[in-house]
């Protein structure tokens, strides 16, 4: 099993920033990517970033190219997601997850709201 603990959420104005940070613990040994999803009220859990744990390979959904960076510590089991540019749409909750051979593993989940 692993185990993620996300903190970093808030609420911000348009324009703002925030840095999410995700810390896996537990049977990390074999994790192949690391990533954030997002889920608005009413709509489906979407992909917003996922970063590859070998090679850093990065990939990144359209709406927040550009103003969104995913990033990883290997030797903290720690992923972080620098949000920059926070616009009204971005309102959502954030959820880290963990890819580990065939299984996957979601954090609780943190609050990210942005006022206009």
């Known amino acids: 099993q692993v185990q993620l603990v996300e903190s970093g959420g808030g609420l911000v104005q348009a324009g703002g920033s925030l840095r999410l940070t995700c810390v896996a613990s537990g049977s990390i040994f074999g994790i192949n990517a690391m990533g954030w999803y997002r889920q608005a009220p009413g709509r489906q859990r979407d992909m917003v970033a996922r970063?590859?744990?070998?090679?850093?390979?990065?990939t990144y959904a359209d709406s927040v190219k550009g103003r969104f960076t995913i990033s990883r510590d290997n030797a903290k089991n720690t992923v972080y997601l620098q949000m920059n540019s926070l616009q009204p749409e971005d309102t959502a909750v954030y959820y880290c997850?963990?890819?580990?051979?065939?299984?996957?593993?979601w954090g609780q989940g943190t609050q990210v709201t942005v006022s206009s």
């Open positions: 970063i590859m744990s070998v090679g850093g390979g990065t």
């Open positions: 997850k963990v890819s580990r051979g065939v299984s996957d593993y």
